[in-house]
């Protein structure tokens, strides 16, 4: 199962804005040490149940919106990672939402080859130490917004040096 193109935008987006605000990933695959399957989606444990469209509450029902229709034709572990993410969301401050919102328009509003490379960027960054990481996210968040783009221009977090 492939992702529609606009979902990865979305969700790179948020990436992004996180990044940008100094966070870790917002959308984390698996745990330390738990396996996933080609999706990043952890197994569900045995004896876990999960809600049905009309089992959830018109809160989650209003936020996940969008996957409706396909809902209850997901996996169990999909529907348990979408949940989880609903969550995390619901839990951050407003203006940490506000600041992913707003990262998430910019994104969208990039070229494709600014997203290509904004795309392997992330994945460069995935496959830095911790320490490697949160010395590049330092360096981010003390750049002005015009060294930013210049480092981005470049390759970005984990491809070029700022």
Not at 34 to 55: F, L, M, N, S
Not at 99 to 113: I, M, Q, W, Y
Request: with cysteine.
């Amino acid at each position: 199962m492939t992702m529609p193109p606009r979902r990865k935008t979305a969700l790179l987006a948020l990436l992004v804005a996180c990044l940008a605000a100094g966070g870790g990933p917002v959308l984390a695959h698996g745990h330390e040490g738990t396996a996933t399957d080609a999706h990043g989606v952890r197994p569900v444990p045995p004896g876990v149940q999960v809600p049905t469209w009309k089992q959830l509450d018109p809160d989650r029902q209003k936020a996940l919106a969008e996957v409706a229709d396909r809902w209850d034709g997901m996996s169990a572990s999909r529907r348990v990672q979408l949940l989880e993410r609903y969550e995390r969301w619901v839990r951050l401050p407003p203006d940490q939402r506000e600041k992913l919102r707003v990262g998430e328009r910019n994104f969208r509003h990039l070229s494709p080859a600014q997203r290509e490379r904004m795309r392997k960027s992330f994945s460069a960054m995935r496959e830095l130490p911790a320490e490697e990481q949160q010395r590049l996210r330092a360096a981010w968040r003390a750049m002005t917004p015009e060294q930013r783009r210049a480092w981005l221009e470049r390759g970005g977090p984990g491809i070029s040096p700022p």
